[in-house]
Structures are given as structure tokens and as C-alpha cells.
């Protein structure tokens, strides 16, 4: 492989025991003293709590999504209970949530009229995707309720369903021939760039949706579980002068979790606002 | 040395579940997780969230009419407060001239009044110098009548006491004075 070539043509013996020593992280080895547990991807699949077998089991996982959306209606709940025209800091913080959506994301993108009328699915996603995501550094929970392909899934596929339903109630003819054909193009040319066209607009686009989530949301729980296995075993497990190392991993442990509430804000957003463009491009007159 | 490090791995485990692929559960609890938040917010936080801004909205624009409302009360107090400072001056002009006005007509009646009553009593003293003259020239004529008479009643040694011709020669006499009188007024003229 292109790796193992780089790593023989220069300092061989080196590289290959990096990669050597990177691979024994990522998955579980014996070592002489002790065990070190590394990341594995089982941990997305814990085993069921409840209703076992049935399409109603509930793991881990299942809970700590339940826990999201409680939250959630929580704080909302309590941030619109009593709204007043002066806010209060609660309320205040409350609506700067929502009016990034409305303002920034909605009606930035669609305008105020179309931005009112997909203001609902475009909130919901941006502050679910959210709660979801920001579980992954809660003490306790320490997952991602996003970093299993249902909510990923779900979503996108409620954004595909939106932005075509948005399409075609606009203009049926315009939707497809701005999908498909795009214009300013001579016609033997959309031979090719029609196939692309749909492949990206239909296949692609929910496809990307889901990925670009999930795998952010598994390789963060992936690294920060990392970082501090790596810790726990070199300061317990090894001792002596690893406990240097293990301060090490320890600080990279916390600025990556510092990093993964970036990321959680983030890939929330570009959720949200992955979905109003295409929304946005699908009710557009032209491209 | 890799694939085989990645082979030991999986071959070690139980078969690795695949991420990609849904469970039924997975799906089915994650729709109901987004539709509860959807409903929640489509028909709870949302609709609050508008009342919310048309009431700021309001509020915002009532008190900028407020504002403006106030505004025009103010324009409105300074232009009568404006007028009826102009008028006041005016009042007071007008005063100040028909008191000029007053004064002019009071001198000059006061002057007209003067000018009658020297005209008056100057009209006066003539009239009595003139009836004192009268009186005087006709006690005059009479006693001189008399006393010419006596004279020349001593003279010519005659009565003359024939009142008629007394009369006469009187008359005669004076108008020849009072020619011989004006020969010499004239004659110094």
C-alpha cells in the first residue's frame, strides 16, 4: 500500500513501528502489565436495556438520546413558558438559539417568506442535531446521541424529503429541468452532466448528510476515548515515568473535548444549513 | 504487519456490527425523538417566539409614535406660545400708537381750544373797545355838541336852541373835522 511504500522508501523501521504502535491503539492487545482498553466500535452497539429483540429495544444509546431530548424540551419549555418583551438573561439566551436559526440560517437563505414556512423542520434539526451532539463530552453520558446512524438518517432523510417537497410544490417543471439541466450548457453535453446532476442532487446529498455526522460524531468519541484510556493506562496501569506521558494524553483529552463541543455547535449547524440551501436551490426561479 | 494486526482484531471479536447500517430500533426511536421535537416546536416554541417579536414590534413602534406624539405636542405648545407672543407685541404696538394717536388729538384740541378762547376773548376785548369807542364818540359828540353850541350861542348872541338846526350845524361841523382829518391822515400817508 501507498503507506507501506513511504514508510519502506524512507526511515522504514521507524514508521512501520508507529503505525504499528497507532494500529495497537485502535484496537484492543494484551499487553505485559495489565490491559489496555482502547476504543473499539462496539461501543456504538452496547447491549439492550429494554424490550430486547423487539423494534422497541433500548440500549444505552437509545437513552442518552432520551436524556437530549429532554433536556431540550426543558430548556425550551422553561425559555418560552413566560416570554416577555424584555427578556430576562434565560430568556435572552433562549431566543439568541432561535433567532440564529430564524435570522442566520432561515431567512438569510430563503427569505422572510419561505424562511417562515420551513422555520419549524430547519429548528429542529439544528437543535436536535445539537442536544444529540453535545452529549458526547456530558460526564456520564459521554456519547454522541448523533454517532448512530438513526438520528443522522433520520434527518437527512427529512431534509431530502423537505427539499423536494419544496421543489415540486414551487414548480414541478422548474425543479427539475434547474436539477437536472442546468442552463447555459450546449445539449450533448447533458449526456453526461444529467446522470452527475441527479446522482449528486438525489443520491449524494442525504448520503453526505448522514456520513459527514456520524463519522464526526464517532471519531470524536473515538479520540477523546482514546486520549483518556491512554491516560488511565499509563498513569495506573504503568506507572513510574509514563505518568508524564499519561499528563499528556490528559491535556489532549481536555482540549479535544473543548474541540468536540466545537464541532457538536458546528455540525449542527451545517446540518441546518446544508438544508435551507437546499431548500434554497430548489425552490430558486434559476440557477 | 498492519493487515494482520486489523485481521486479529476483528477475527478476534464477535462479528463487528457494521455503523453504517440501521437497526429497526435505532430508526424507529429516532423518528419519534424528532417528532417530538417537532411538534414542540412547530406548535409550541415557535408560535410563542413570533407572538413574542410582533408584541416587541409593537411596543417598539407605539413608543416611537409615543415619542412622536410627544414631539408634536411640543412643536404644537411653542408655535401658540410663539403667536401669542407675536400677538402680544402687536397688542402692544397698537397700545403704544393709539396712545401717540391720543396724545396728538389731546394737543391739538387742547391747541384748538386755545386758539378759540384767544380768538374769543381777542374778539371780546375788540367788541369792548369798539362799544367803549362808540360810547365815548357818541358822549363825546353830544358834549361837544353842546359845549359848540354854547360857545357859538355866546358867540353870535343867539339861541341857537332850535334843536333841528343845533343838529344840523353839528353834523356840519363834525363831518368837517372828520374830512379835515383825513386830509392830514392822508397826508402823512
Known amino acids: ?287 | 504487519m498492519l493487515h494482520a494486526v486489523l485481521r486479529a482484531a476483528t477475527e478476534g471479536g464477535e462479528a463487528t456490527p457494521n455503523p453504517v447500517l440501521p437497526e429497526s430500533y435505532d430508526l424507529i426511536w429516532s423518528t419519534v425523538c424528532f417528532v417530538i421535537i417537532l411538534i414542540f416546536f412547530w406548535r409550541y416554541v415557535l408560535p410563542r417566539m413570533q407572538t413574542l417579536l410582533d408584541e416587541r414590534a409593537e411596543a417598539i413602534e407605539g413608543n416611537i409614535a409615543k415619542a412622536d406624539e410627544a414631539q408634536r405636542k411640543a412643536e404644537a405648545a411653542l408655535e401658540e406660545y410663539t403667536a401669542q407672543l407675536a400677538d402680544a407685541r402687536a397688542e402692544a404696538g397698537r397700545i403704544r400708537e393709539a396712545a401717540r394717536e391720543d396724545g396728538k388729538k389731546i394737543v391739538a384740541e387742547a391747541k384748538d381750544q386755545a386758539t378759540t378762547e384767544a380768538a374769543r376773548v381777542t374778539a371780546s376785548a375788540q367788541a369792548q373797545i369798539e362799544a367803549e369807542r362808540q360810547s365815548a364818540l357818541v358822549s363825546l359828540r353830544s358834549e361837544v355838541g353842546t359845549i359848540a353850541i354854547d360857545l357859538a350861542s355866546g358867540v353870535i348872541g343867539e339861541s341857537l336852541s332850535d334843536d333841528a338846526k343845533a343838529k344840523a350845524v353839528v353834523d356840519r361841523f363834525l363831518a368837517d373835522l372828520e374830512a379835515s382829518e383825513q386830509a392830514a391822515a392822508g397826508g402823512k400817508k
Open chain 1, 1 to 287: 500500500m501507498f503507506v507501506d511504500a513511504r514508510a519502506s522508501l524512507h526511515a522504514p523501521k521507524q514508521e512501520i513501528a508507529l503505525l504499528a504502535n497507532a494500529v495497537n491503539l485502535l484496537v484492543p492487545i494484551s499487553t505485559d502489565d495489565g490491559e489496555f482498553h482502547g476504543p473499539s466500535i462496539l461501543e456504538f452497539f452496547p447491549g439492550p436495556l429494554l424490550f430486547e429483540g423487539t423494534d422497541f429495544e433500548v440500549n444505552r444509546i437509545i437513552l442518552v438520546r432520551w436524556v437530549a431530548v429532554l433536556a431540550l424540551l426543558l430548556v425550551f419549555w422553561l425559555g418560552t413558558r413566560r416570554m416577555r418583551v424584555v427578556p430576562g438573561r434565560f430568556q435572552s439566551l433562549v431566543e439568541m438559539g432561535l433567532d440564529l436559526v430564524r435570522v442566520n440560517i432561515a431567512d438569510d437563505l430563503l427569505g422572510k417568506k419561505d424562511g417562515k414556512r420551513f422555520l419549524p423542520i430547519l429548528t429542529t434539526i439544528f437543535f436536535l442535531v445539537l442536544f444529540m451532539n453535545i452529549t458526547g463530552v456530558i460526564p456520564g453520558l459521554n456519547i454522541a446521541g448523533t454517532s448512530v446512524i438513526g438520528v443522522p438518517l433520520v434527518l437527512a432523510i427529512v431534509a431530502y424529503i423537505t427539499f423536494i417537497y419544496a421543489g415540486i410544490k414551487k414548480s414541478p417543471k422548474n425543479f427539475f429541468k434547474n436539477s437536472l439541466f442546468p442552463s447555459g450548457v450546449p445539449w450533448p453535453v447533458y449526456i453526461i452532466v444529467t446522470p452527475i446532476e441527479f446522482i449528486s442532487t438525489f443520491i449524494i446529498r442525504p448520503i453526505t448528510l448522514t456520513l459527514r455526522l456520524m463519522m464526526n460524531m464517532i471519531v470524536g468519541h473515538l479520540l477523546l476515548v482514546l486520549f483518556f484510556a491512554a491516560t488511565q493506562f499509563f498513569v495506573f496501569n504503568l506507572g513510574g515515568w509514563y505518568t508524564l506521558l499519561g499528563a499528556g494524553t490528559l491535556a489532549f483529552g481536555l482540549a479535544f473535548t473543548l474541540f468536540e463541543i466545537l464541532v457538536a455547535v458546528l455540525q449542527a449547524y451545517v446540518f441546518a444549513l446544508l438544508t435551507a440551501v437546499y431548500i434554497q436551490l430548489a425552490v430558486a426561479e434559476e440557477h
